[in-house]
């Protein structure tokens, strides 16, 4: 069998230099028999954003799939689960409903890693609500990373949507995923449809 692809998509206002990003990357590199790994730099327009991943996912229709979506990308991520047979999603921190948390944000922004400023506009908020689901069809396609102490968002709304999905619930941390490397031989088990997640041991929180 093929081994999978591992695409990681970044959050809101992040880029592929992201941390999570590079330990992910780093670590493929020094396992290459797992699978390929890509982290495209996605627009800030989220339909674009969407555009650009559903090209990759479908250029690999014949393999399997792995999405690991940070905030912003666990929403993106979703949506694109829902539609393509071949993905499977594990979600770190992920945005739940993000036009409502990005309203607060309307307006200049800059990207913290690539410069770029651009303007933050209600179309940006219609495009997010048009990627919205009341719920998934399958929820052992979806693997659930979150820290209590994430400041950004609401840790329990991503755990009351996948309730059904396997789940580790870490108190402290922050919204970054504090010790993100710990939990990177969990994903690659959940890419061969294996559940082995660690103890959720607490860590401090981070502001």
């Not at 689960?81 to 979600?91: A, F, S």
Request: with cysteine; hydrophobic share 40%.
């Amino acid at each position: 069998m093929q081994s999978p692809l591992f695409i990681y998509v970044h959050g809101f206002n992040s880029s592929p230099s992201s941390v999570k990003a590079r330990l992910l990357g780093a670590y493929m590199k020094t396992h290459p028999e797992l699978g390929d790994y890509c982290v495209p730099a996605l627009s800030h327009w989220p339909a674009e954003a969407v555009l650009q991943l559903e090209k990759i996912i479908t250029e690999h229709a014949d393999r399997r799939v792995v999405l690991i979506g940070s905030s912003l990308g666990g929403y993106y991520s979703t949506w694109l689960t829902e539609r393509h047979e071949n993905c499977r999603t594990v979600l770190v921190n992920p945005a739940v409903y993000p036009y409502r948390l990005l309203a607060d944000w309307l307006g200049e922004n800059q990207n913290i890693y690539t410069a770029e400023h651009y303007t933050l506009s209600p179309e940006h908020l219609h495009q997010l609500e048009s990627f919205a689901l009341g719920g998934v069809k399958d929820s052992s396609r979806y693997l659930l990373l979150v820290q209590t102490g994430d400041t950004t968002l609401d840790y329990q709304e991503a755990v009351a949507f996948f309730a059904g999905s396997p789940q580790f619930v870490q108190p402290g941390g922050s919204h970054g995923f504090d010790r993100f490397e710990d939990l990177i031989p969990a994903i690659v088990a959940f890419a061969n449809n294996k559940i082995d997640l660690p103890e959720p041991v607490p860590l401090p929180a981070s502001f």
